[in-house]
C-alpha cells in the first residue's frame, strides 16, 4: 500500500497528518480514508498503468480490482477518445500540476458493460520512492447532468412562454429573492435593462413603506408555505415613479422537494385603477373590476387539441380543465364560426406567426352553456423538439365593449358640442326695431312653451338659426341639447347616416357605430336647417320619426325611442315644391303647424344703422381696433343698398370695412357695392322693383370673381350668400355664365 500511503498524503494537508500521525497509526488512517472516499481513486503511473483503485473505483466502473491492476488506464475511456489519450497523458506528465475538478471539461467514462457516463475527474501528481505517479479522483455526475438538462429545458419552456406573453413582466428569482432572468415586457413595464438588474434583489421595486414593513420577505414566505403569492399595490419604476402593480409569485421546486426559485409575474392595473376612480368607485363597478384576473392561457398542438389550460380558462369558458384537455380548441369557439376556424387554423399551422392582441379582428368565445362573448387573441406559435404548439392567449372583451359604446356615445355628444361652440353666429342677439321683426319675436314668445313643430321661412342670411335658437331657449326642452343639422350641406349619400346614425358594418366605411342627430337630440330640439334640401327618399323616414317617436340606425334591427322637438328652416317654397312633387305633401303639412316668416334686410331698412353699429363694435373688438367714427355718407350708402344676401352679407361687408380701417375712422369700400345710387335709383324705376339691382350686383361680383362661384374669395363668399343659394339665384334670375365671362 505504498502508492496508497504516499497519495492519500498528497491529498491531506501536511499539518493535519503530523497532528493524527501523533496519536494514530497514519498508514491505517490513510487507507481507511482511500477505500471510505465518495469518489473513485485510481492511481495511475507515468506509462498510465493502473497500480492501484479504491473500491469505489470497483463499484463505479464494474471491474474487479484484479482487472484493473496493470491495465491501461485506457481501459475506463470510451473507445471512440482512446487513441487521442496517450497524448494527453504524455503532456500532462511533461508539465505535471494539479488540475481540479470542475475545470469546464465534458467528460466520460466507460463501464465495464460497454455503457458511458458523465464523469469529473481531478488529477494531482505525486514523487513516490518508484517514480512519479498520478492520483486521479473520479466522481460520478451523471444524476447531476440529467438534472441540469430537465432544468435547461424546463428553463427553455419557460423562456419562449415569457416570450410569447408581451402583456406581462415575468422573471426568475433564486431563493434569497435576486433577479435571475429579465424578458423584455419587464425592461418596457420597470425600466431596467436586463444587465443593469439581473443580480439585484426583486425588493427593489416595492415602495419604501412596503419594505420598511418587509413586504417583499413576507410574499416570499408565503410563497413557500402556499405554493402561491398573489398581491396589488404601488410598485416603483427605475425612475421613481409608481403604478400599481398585480403581483404573483410563484416557488420553483425540484422533484425531491428543494427550492430552486421564484417566478414572478407582474401586470401593470394602472388603467384599470385610474378606471375605478373615473367611475367614482361604485360598489357595482368596484366589485366587477375587482373580479378581473389574468387571460385565459391555452397550449395547442398543431392538430388543434388542447394539450394545456390555465385556471382562468375555467372560469372564463365553464370548462373543468380536464373536460379541456384533449379536445379540439373548436369546442370553444361558437358553431357559426367552426368551418371557417378550421381553415384558418389550418392556414396558421402552414405558415406560422406570431398574431399581436388588437389585430382588429371580430372574435368571439363560445361558453359550455352555449352563451357568446366578445374576446381578443393572441397567437404565439413555438418549434419545440420537431412538435409545434401554439400559445393561445383569451382576453375576455365582454366589458369593454360595453364601456366603448358607452364612451362611443358620449364622444359623439362632445364632438357635436365642439362643433357647436365653434360655430360662428351671425350674431349673439337680435337686432332691430322694425314693425316685421317684432312681429317674428312675439310669434317665437308665442310658441316657444309649447312642443308644436315650428317651420321658419326666410331668405339666406335673414337669420332664420338665430330664431330656432330663441325657440329653444325660451322652451321647457332649453336644459337639453340643441341639435343642428343642415340638410344641403351634406351629401345625400352620407345623411341618413348622419341623422339615424349607424351600426358598425352597415355599410363599406362604417368601421364604428354612429350616433345620429337625431338620437343627440333626445328630449331636446333638432333643427333641420334647408330642409327644402332633404331627399325625398328620406323624407317619409324623418315623418316616420317624428309621429312615431322611435326609428332604427342604418344597419340595426333595434328600435330606439327618441323624444324630440322639430324645427325647420328653408329659403326655398315648399308648397311650390310639393306641386312639383318635390317635396311630400304630408311631410309639408307636418312641418307647418306654426310657420313664422323672416322679412329680408331690404324690408328693414330701419335696423341697418343699428346691424351695422353692431358689427363694428363687435369685429373692432375681436381685432384690437378702436374704431370711434362711421361717416354718415357711408351710413347710407349702406342704408340703401338692397342687400341680397341679408344680414349675413352685411355683416361680411362691415368685417371687411373693419379690416380696411387702420384708425379711429370706418373706412367702407363701397366701390364693391359696384352701383352708384343714381344707378340704382334708374334701374329700380325701370323695373319697378330690386331684382335687377340684384341681378346687375350678382354679375358684377361674379366677373370680379373671375367666374368661380365657390371656394375662398369666390362669389358666394363676397355675397354672403352659400353655394347652393347663389346657384338658386342665377337660376331665378336667368344668369348665364356667358353673362359675366
Known amino acids: ?69 496493470g491495465q491501461r488506464v485506457e481501459k475506463l475511456i470510451p473507445e471512440r477518445f482512446r487513441d487521442g489519450h496517450p497524448k494527453h497523458r504524455e503532456v500532462y506528465n511533461a508539465e505535471s500540476k494539479v488540475r481540479p475538478m470542475g475545470a469546464g471539461l465534458e467528460l466520460l467514462g466507460r463501464r465495464a458493460d460497454g455503457s458511458e457516463f458523465s464523469v469529473d475527474i481531478m488529477l494531482s501528481p505525486i514523487e513516490t520512492p518508484d517514480g512519479p505517479v498520478v492520483l486521479c479522483a473520479i466522481r460520478d455526475i451523471s444524476k ?123 401586470r401593470d392595473e394602472t388603467a384599470r385603477r385610474n378606471a375605478e376612480e373615473t367611475l367614482q368607485r361604485s360598489e357595482e363597478h368596484a366589485r366587477m373590476l375587482f373580479d378581473l384576473s389574468p387571460d385565459a392561457v391555452l397550449v395547442c398542438d398543431a392538430e388543434g387539441r388542447i394539450r394545456e389550460a390555465n385556471a382562468r380558462v375555467e372560469a372564463l369558458f365553464g370548462y373543468r380543465r380536464e373536460e379541456l384537455l384533449g379536445q379540439p380548441v373548436d369546442v370553444l369557439v361558437p358553431e357559426r364560426f367552426r368551418g371557417a376556424h378550421a381553415k384558418h387554423r389550418e392556414g396558421f399551422v402552414a405558415e406560422p406567426r406570431m398574431r399581436p392582441m388588437g389585430a382588429g379582428l371580430q372574435l368571439f368565445g363560445r361558453r359550455k352553456d352555449g352563451s357568446e362573448f366578445p374576446v381578443d387573441i393572441l397567437l404565439g406559435p413555438v418549434e419545440r423538439e420537431s412538435r409545434k404548439i401554439v400559445f393561445v392567449v383569451v382576453r375576455d372583451l365582454s366589458e369593454r365593449k360595453r364601456y366603448e359604446e358607452a364612451l362611443r356615445r358620449s364622444e359623439e355628444e362632445k364632438r357635436y358640442l365642439e362643433e357647436e361652440l365653434t360655430t360662428t353666429h351671425q350674431f349673439e342677439e337680435i337686432i332691430g326695431n322694425t314693425s316685421g321683426l317684432k312681429r317674428v319675436l312675439r310669434q317665437v314668445e308665442t310658441v316657444a312653451p309649447t312642443d308644436a313643430t315650428v317651420l321658419i321661412l326666410g331668405e339666406t342670411g335673414t337669420g332664420k338659426e338665430l330664431i330656432a335658437r330663441a325657440i329653444h331657449n325660451l322652451s321647457g326642452r332649453k336644459e337639453f341639447p340643441f341639435v343642428r343639422l343642415n340638410c344641403s350641406a351634406i351629401p345625400a349619400g352620407l345623411l341618413e347616416s348622419e341623422l339615424f346614425g349607424h351600426e358598425k358594418g352597415a355599410f363599406t366605411g362604417a368601421i364604428a357605430q354612429k350616433v345620429g342627430r337625431l338620437e343627440l337630440a333626445h328630449r331636446g330640439t333638432l333643427f333641420l336647417d334647408e330642409i327644402g334640401d332633404l331627399p325625398l327618399e328620406l323624407q317619409p323616414k324623418i315623418l316616420r320619426a317624428l309621429q312615431e317617436k322611435e326609428f332604427e340606425r342604418l344597419g340595426g334591427t333595434r328600435t330606439i325611442p327618441v323624444n324630440v322637438r322639430l324645427l325647420a328652416a328653408t329659403n326655398r317654397d315648399l308648397a311650390k315644391m310639393v306641386e312639383e312633387r318635390q317635396f311630400r305633401s304630408d311631410l309639408y303639412y307636418r312641418l307647418k303647424v306654426f310657420p313664422v316668416e323672416i322679412p329680408p334686410l331690404r324690408e328693414r331698412l330701419e335696423d341697418i344703422p343699428m346691424l351695422v353699429k353692431y358689427f363694428v363694435s363687435q369685429h373692432a373688438r375681436r381685432m384690437n381696433r378702436h374704431i370711434e367714427t362711421i361717416p354718415p355718407e357711408i351710413m347710407e350708402a349702406l342704408v340703401r343698398w338692397p342687400w341680397p344676401g341679408n344680414v349675413r352679407e352685411l355683416e361680411n361687408f362691415i368685417e371687411r370695412a373693419v379690416i380696411l380701417s387702420p384708425g379711429p375712422t370706418l373706412r367702407a369700400p363701397l366701390k364693391e357695392l359696384h352701383i352708384a345710387e343714381p344707378a340704382i335709383e334708374a334701374i329700380a324705376a325701370a323695373s319697378g322693383n330690386l331684382q335687377d339691382v340684384e341681378r346687375e350686383h350678382i354679375l358684377q361680383v361674379l366677373r370680379e370673381a373671375k367666374g368661380m362661384i365657390s371656394g375662398p374669395n369666390g362669389a358666394a363668399e363676397r355675397l354672403g350668400l352659400k353655394r347652393t343659394t347663389l346657384n338658386s339665384k342665377l337660376k331665378k334670375l336667368g344668369i348665364k355664365r356667358s353673362d359675366y365671362i
Open 144 to 266: 447531476r447532468k440529467r438534472a441540469e438538462a430537465a432544468l435547461e429545458r424546463s428553463e427553455e419552456k419557460f423562456r419562449i412562454f415569457v416570450e410569447s406573453v408581451k402583456g406581462y413582466a415575468i422573471f426568475q428569482l433564486d431563493p434569497e429573492g435576486r433577479i435571475r432572468t429579465w424578458n423584455a415586457a419587464a425592461e418596457r413595464m420597470k425600466g431596467y435593462r436586463a444587465e443593469e438588474i439581473i443580480g439585484g434583489h426583486f425588493s427593489c421595486f416595492y415602495v419604501p413603506e412596503d419594505v420598511a414593513t418587509k413586504k417583499p420577505e413576507q410574499e416570499l414566505q408565503a410563497a413557500v408555505e402556499t405554493g402561491r403569492s398573489e398581491d396589488e399595490g404601488w410598485r416603483l419604476r427605475k425612475d421613481g415613479s409608481r403604478f400599481w402593480a398585480h403581483v404573483t409569485i410563484t416557488p420553483i421546486r425540484e422533484k425531491s422537494g428543494t427550492l430552486m426559485g421564484f417566478v414572478k409575474i407582474t
Open 1 to 69: 500500500m505504498f502508492y496508497l500511503r504516499v497519495a492519500m498524503r498528497a491529498m491531506v494537508p501536511c499539518a493535519t497528518i503530523m497532528s493524527e500521525a501523533s496519536r494514530l497509526d497514519s498508514a491505517g488512517l490513510f487507507e481507511k480514508l482511500f477505500e471510505l472516499s465518495p469518489d473513485a481513486i485510481v492511481v495511475v503511473d507515468r506509462a498510465g498503468r493502473i497500480v492501484q483503485a479504491s473500491a469505489q473505483a470497483e463499484q463505479m466502473f464494474g471491474y474487479a480490482q484484479a482487472d484493473l491492476l
